[in-house]
Antibody, heavy 121, light 107 residues
Framework: EVQLVESGGGVVRPGGSLRLSCAAS????????MSWVRQAPGKGLEWVSG????????GYADSVKGRFTISRDNAKNSLYLQMNSLRAEDTALYHC??????????????WGKGTTVTVSS | EIVLTQSPGTLSLSPGERATLSCRAS???????LAWYQQKPGQAPRLLIY???SRATGIPDRFSGSGSGTDFTLTISRLEPEDFAVYYC????????FGGGTKVEIK
């Protein structure tokens, strides 16, 4: 079964850091680009960041550029999102998603259930 | 950056009725790189349509997508009870933003 399971969410103070992880199973991980997509409470979907199949190309939404870093470890079938300088507006449910291509500029065909990040003092 | 505007914000319909959802792009979407997703409360989004009109695996044929350039449409021919949800469009020719979503609610 193709599956993505996120972890690492929690409550953090403004200015703090958090590292999210996404464990992939049921498919050949390094055949696909991957993305993080978040959803603030009661709001719509926002693409956060993407990475191509070998980690050689990455992209970020303007709202997180310079603060978040996406990475992957193909040997461990895992995707990561290092989040620094967190703000209240980063509070959201963070989904890991498989991109249906080797690059990350494509549609997302498999989604995880998400991990919740709350930024609050 | 391409901005996607979905309309209406909310669509109130009864089971069995036809739903027509619109997604308009601020610039032409290359190669019809437009996808549609369905999201139900408490669930992850599910891919419905890609390439503007191709159904994803396992998606019933009551869902159809059409359009090109800047105007795209998702049509649900006859609403089933499980179709009441929020629908998002997404363009993926460049940095892949989503539209704001259309909620299809029971009238």
């Amino acid at each position: 079964e193709v599956q993505l399971v996120e972890s690492g969410g929690g409550v953090v103070r403004p200015g703090g850091s958090l590292r999210l992880s996404c464990a992939a199973s049921g498919f050949t991980f390094d055949d696909y680009g991957m993305s993080w997509v978040r959803q603030a409470p009661g709001k719509g979907l926002e693409w956060v960041s993407g990475i191509n199949w070998n980690g050689g190309s990455t992209g970020y939404a303007d709202s997180v550029k310079g603060r978040f870093t996406i990475s992957r470890d193909n040997a461990k079938n895992s995707l990561y999102l290092q989040m620094n300088s967190l703000r209240a507006e980063d509070t959201a449910l963070y989904h890991c998603a498989r991109v249906a291509a080797e690059d990350y500029y494509y549609y997302m065909d498999v989604w995880g259930k998400g991990t919740t990040v709350t930024v609050s003092s | 950056e391409i901005v996607l505007t979905q309309s209406p914000g909310t669509l109130s319909l009864s089971p069995g009725e036809r739903a027509t959802l619109s997604c308009r792009a601020s610039q032409s979407v290359s190669s019809s790189y437009l996808a549609w997703y369905q999201q139900k409360p408490g669930q992850a989004p599910r891919l419905l349509i890609y390439g503007a009109s191709s159904r994803a695996t396992g998606i019933p044929d009551r869902f159809s997508g059409s359009g090109s350039g800047t105007d795209f449409t998702l049509t649900i021919s006859r609403l089933e009870p499980e179709d009441f949800a929020v629908y998002y469009c997404q363009q993926y020719g460049s940095s892949p933003p989503f539209g704001g979503g259309t909620k299809v609610e029971i009238k």
